[in-house]
């Protein structure tokens, strides 16, 4: 005859944890068999993943211990259960013109609950074009990727969507207008141009007057210095 107290032992195999249920103590007499249950249960905690600010299609896969979710990821783009004790691995998806959060590892432990919140980021660059010459820009040269917004020479165009634009140029009475500049735009990038005006330039012609005055030597000048027979046709006069 005989009193006991039944113990299990706590077990631990490959990070997968349990904890024990004792089942009972009790009497125990001469020549009795006693048959008694010992349960272990399998140590849980608390994870959430959800997405601060999701562009609309982003979604995460969790990864666990062979135990989650029936042994397959979870994937969708939130999560809040309780789940088996180990270690989960979060990825993010990848979305055209968003900068993915970092992809995240997490530990649970037992009773703990652990909140993850990701947030994706707009991809964005921006654009500085310079006009040259500065005098070009004195008169009023300007430049647009729409043309109906001008910006001056030196200002930086901030928060624009990676891709191609064009630049293109504002007529300035005077001056021969830039051909459009194509331009690419990167993420966290300053992409920059340079627009080269070019001075519009007169010629001048002098017809002498009489005819027979031209071959008496007749002839024409604008600096006193350089003389020009008639009908010569001086270029680059202004």
Request: hydrophobic share 30%.
């Amino acid at each position: 005859v005989q009193d006991y107290s039944l113990s299990i032992n706590a077990l631990a195999s490959s990070g997968t944890e349990f904890s024990t249920n004792n089942p009972s103590s009790g009497f125990l007499g001469a020549g009795e068999i006693h048959t008694v249950n010992g349960s272990y249960t399998r140590d849980t905690g608390v994870l959430t993943v959800a997405i601060a600010n999701n562009p609309g299609s982003a979604n995460f896969s969790i990864s666990g211990p062979s135990d989650f979710n029936s042994g397959t990821p979870f994937y969708g783009d939130s999560f809040n259960s309780s789940v088996p004790t180990g270690d989960y691995s979060i990825v993010f998806d990848e979305v055209n013109e968003w900068n993915k959060p970092a992809d995240r590892t997490v530990t649970i432990s037992l009773g703990t609950t652990s909140n993850i919140v990701a947030e994706y980021t707009k991809q964005s660059g921006s654009l500085q074009v310079h006009i040259s010459p500065g005098r070009a820009a004195d008169a009023g040269a300007k430049w647009s990727i729409d043309g109906a917004r001008w910006q001056k020479s030196g200002e930086v165009l901030n928060d624009l969507r990676p891709g191609q634009y064009s630049i293109v140029f504002k007529p300035v009475n005077g001056w021969g207008t830039p051909a459009d500049i194509e331009v690419e735009i990167r993420d966290k990038t300053t992409s920059k141009a340079t627009g080269v005006y070019t001075q519009a330039t007169s010629g001048l012609r002098v017809n002498l007057i009489p005819a027979e005055i031209r071959s008496k030597g007749g002839a024409w000048s604008i600096d006193g210095k350089n003389w020009y027979g008639s009908g010569y046709t001086l270029d680059n006069v202004i």
